[in-house]
């Protein structure tokens, strides 16, 4: 296994979020049909939140997509960890809408430590952490996972998100 240090990871992602922008862009440009965008500065403060890295990596974040801000920062335990893993475990399919980040709703990263190796018929990664967007009140949550290339993946998945929305106490 290789180690990568913060900065090689904030790169990685930073470029990899910005691929996914670009692509976002460039596919609402060619639909001719409305579809909910991701406002550049949704976007931007997006690409903030999920290159912060602070000191404490092991905080859980969750990032308002409408306000374009975290609002809740907490330390992760062996619970919320639990929780993600079985998410991982519970992956159905890739996530079918091209536009994969809505408006609204909130987008949670949880740091997995140890790393997690995820092998399935969609999925052969180790990953160090996991994000799991909560659209509204009304739609299921999905999952986004960055693969070892850094591109943005997402999946649905089959588990209830209520134990974690209780621990991170967030209310859709």
């Known amino acids: 296994m290789f180690k990568i240090n913060k900065m090689q990871l904030k790169?990685?992602?930073?470029?990899?979020?910005?691929?996914?922008?670009?692509?976002?862009?460039?596919?609402?440009?060619?639909?001719?049909e409305p579809v909910n965008e991701f406002n550049d500065s949704s976007m931007v403060a997006f690409m903030e939140f999920a290159i912060s890295l602070d000191e404490e990596i092991k905080n859980i974040e969750v990032f308002d997509i409408s306000k374009g801000q975290i609002i809740n920062r907490q330390h992760s335990n062996e619970l919320i960890q639990n929780e993600a893993i079985e998410y991982l475990k519970g992956i159905t399919?890739?996530?079918?809408?091209?536009?994969?980040?809505?408006?609204?709703?909130?987008?949670?990263?949880?740091?997995?430590?140890?790393?997690?190796?995820?092998?399935?018929?969609?999925?052969?990664?180790?990953?160090?952490?996991?994000?799991?967007?909560?659209?509204?009140?009304d739609n299921c949550p999905y999952l986004l996972i960055l693969d070892d290339k850094n591109r943005p993946l997402f999946y649905t998945f089959n588990s209830n998100t209520d134990t974690l929305l209780k621990n991170i106490d967030l209310e859709l």
Do not use: H
């Open 11 to 32: 790169i990685s992602i930073s470029l990899a979020l910005f691929a996914f922008a670009i692509f976002t862009i460039t596919n609402n440009t060619l639909n001719t």
């Open 93 to 137: 399919g890739m996530y079918p809408k091209t536009n994969a980040i809505s408006d609204k709703g909130y987008i949670v990263r949880i740091p997995l430590e140890p790393s997690v190796s995820v092998k399935n018929q969609w999925l052969d990664e180790i990953l160090n952490e996991v994000y799991i967007i909560f659209p509204s009140k």
